[in-house]
């Protein structure tokens, strides 16, 4: 989610530094900042905003030094402002830090170094680890200190850190966000990714999880976590910047479809926990769903892909919560004339918290007095600002217009609130609720599953690259799935048509065209409404279209009615909109790619529609 560097050696530091957060923007960030050791001690500056603000600030204002940090920040606790800004500092303002990763333990951690007097100025989980270790600093040197601290954090990090009375020491870790070293000749240098580090170097040591480097001028010095010596030897990096930023994928789709694992992860942390039959939201959005009315209904509103999420939440709630939902299009929305009232709410769902129409569909809600609930990724943001509380879906920065890993946290946070929603008004028993929440847990999993039939998807898509037209059907929980599946495609090969409809609309029109060699994507996972998804495959057959079907792993009888299968492995019916994105996602990534198209930017579309 954020971009970490750090530098030591014989070059200007904040030029170095400059240079290396400028290649990681690409990954999409609110704020930046740098610290610095010189003859003054540590200096930090910080700024909200794009790097180009922080770089107008160092011209002039000024740092000198060899050894400091910068970072890049995508808010996930606390707002984009200067006083969450990375880096942070204790309170005698001799050591800073910078950190990518969630601290799960922060709340703990705090309030214990506040009882010990120690004062916080963020509101930013990271904070507590640079008190925590100023704490253990007063009695160890920085190096144990460092180490001390980190044995008492629970969460992922990446984290560096620089300390006054050290200056010619940079120190760093990792635990489930990556960590790099350069190496280069007089100088070294720490990254949370390689593109940031190859304008110097390319001669690089990865660290693994609960490692800790200690990094000089002349090089690394690597150890556990307890303080055992490592010995590792640099590798040379062969790829070209691009590739880096990428992660080795060759389109930044490509690499958010594989992210999903992680960023469902990330959605689920800290809220969902299976075992113990609870769901925890913030205090903010828990007071906010508990003030609900019983007679309270929901009228969702998405633009594009957040629309087709918003589709999914609608059967999600009103099958276990029972609540009363309509799902409108933000751009239809103010000009049907709705009537709202308190007993309304209004749930936005949006990747960036700006889109124009959903946007202005909240401000009308909170005019005719209506609650306002949003799911949104972006901290800070405009829809999340004007909200009553916000879900945020944590899934990380999506640089490809297509979206992928922001649709599929968007449905598992409507997931999380399904349940919550569902237990708290009494509308499902313990047993089943509680196979709902175990089966929320596994989807990680299930999505790691899912990708591994990469290879197939690929192989599937090259057999259907030259078709210039297709149909999506599904039913109940998958017709958004078919919505959704179609909108990929044409969002990204705008060679291609593609239209998505309700499977058993198909007799309804579009079952005209259908006509030898057509190709029919289907989603037929097991579900009350299977067999009649393989009477509609029937239908097509019968005209000699391609059918192609999305279908549960083990499932042998559809092979007879299928031209291709893409199998997903079994979930709970309302949760198979997750499981089922993936392979849409690859199949229409792979038939873009075959047709060189402009993934990751094409014509026409933008990241975030802000106008309307």
Request: net charge positive; proline share 5%.
């Amino acid at each position: 989610m954020c971009g970490i560097v750090g530098y030591i050696g014989s070059a200007p530091v904040v030029d170095a530094l400059l240079d290396a957060l400028s290649r990681l923007e690409y990954r999409g960030y609110d704020s930046a900042g740098v610290a610095v050791i010189n003859g003054r001690g540590l200096q930090v500056r910080k700024r909200v905003g794009k790097l180009k603000v922080l770089t107008e600030v160092l011209r002039w204002r000024p740092l000198q030094g060899s050894t400091g940090v910068g970072h890049t920040r995508w808010a996930t606790h606390g707002e984009p402002s200067e006083a969450n800004a990375h880096p942070h500092t204790d309170c005698t303002g001799r050591l800073a830090i910078v950190h990518n990763g969630i601290i799960e333990n922060y709340a703990e951690l705090k309030a214990r170094l506040i009882s010990r007097g120690h004062r916080f100025r963020s509101k930013t989980d990271t904070e507590a680890v640079a008190h925590l270790i100023e704490e253990h600093a007063k009695k160890h040197p920085i190096a144990e200190a460092f180490r001390r601290a980190l044995k008492e954090v629970r969460g992922s990090y990446a984290i560096c850190l620089i300390a006054a009375r050290e200056p010619d020491t940079l120190y760093g870790a990792r635990s489930g966000s990556p960590l790099i070293v350069g190496v280069g000749k007089g100088e070294s240098l720490f990254a949370s990714d390689a593109t940031a580090i190859l304008g110097r170097t390319r001669r690089v040591i990865y660290l693994n999880d609960f490692e800790v480097v200690e990094l000089t001028r002349s090089g690394p010095r690597l150890s556990t976590l307890q303080g055992k010596p490592i010995r590792r030897s640099p590798t040379t990096i062969t790829w070209d910047v691009s590739a880096a930023q990428k992660g080795g994928y060759p389109h930044f789709m490509l690499k958010e479809i594989h992210e999903q694992p992680a960023a469902i992860e990330q959605t689920l942390m800290n809220r969902l926990d299976a075992k113990a039959s609870r769901i925890v939201f913030d205090a903010r959005t828990k007071r906010f769903l508990d003030r609900l009315s019983p007679r309270a209904r929901l009228v969702i509103l998405g633009c594009g892909t957040a629309y087709h999420a918003g589709l999914v939440g609608e059967y999600m709630l009103e099958e276990f919560a029972h609540i009363p939902v309509v799902v409108d299009l933000a751009s239809e929305f103010r000009y049907r004339g709705p009537m709202l009232d308190r007993h309304t709410t209004v749930l936005a769902i949006t990747q960036s918290g700006e889109t124009a129409d959903t946007l202005a569909g909240v401000r009308l809600a909170k005019e005719q007095g209506a609650n306002v609930l949003s799911i949104c990724n972006v901290m800070g943001s405009s829809i999340a600002r004007e909200s009553d509380a916000v879900l945020y879906t944590h899934a990380g920065p999506e640089i490809a217009v297509a979206s992928t890993k922001a649709y599929t946290s968007q449905v598992a946070t409507l997931a999380l609130l399904t349940l919550y929603l569902a237990k708290q008004r009494r509308q499902i028993a313990p047993a089943p609720w509680k196979r709902m929440a175990e089966g929320l847990a596994k989807l990680p999993r299930l999505i790691e599953a899912a990708l591994a039939q990469e290879d197939s998807i690929k192989g599937v898509a090259a057999k259907y690259a030259s078709a210039r037209n297709f149909y999506y059907l599904g039913r109940r929980y998958n017709y958004p799935s078919a919505l959704e599946g179609a909108l990929k495609l044409k969002e990204i090969c705008p060679l291609i048509h593609a239209e998505g409809y309700a499977a058993g609309e198909m007799k309804h029109g579009p079952i005209s065209l259908i006509r030898k060699g057509w190709p029919v994507v289907f989603l037929a996972p097991q579900s009350p409404v299977y067999e009649k998804v393989v009477s509609n495959i029937e239908e097509v057959r019968a005209r000699k279209g391609e059918c192609i079907v999305v279908a549960s792993e083990g499932d042998q009888a559809i092979r007879s009615s299928a031209d291709s299968v893409l199998t997903i492995p079994r979930t709970e019916e309302f949760l198979s909109p997750i499981v089922a994105a993936i392979p849409l996602q690859l199949f229409a990534y792979y038939i873009a790619d075959a047709n060189g198209c402009d993934i990751d930017q094409p014509p026409n579309l933008a990241k975030s529609v802000t106008v309307e």
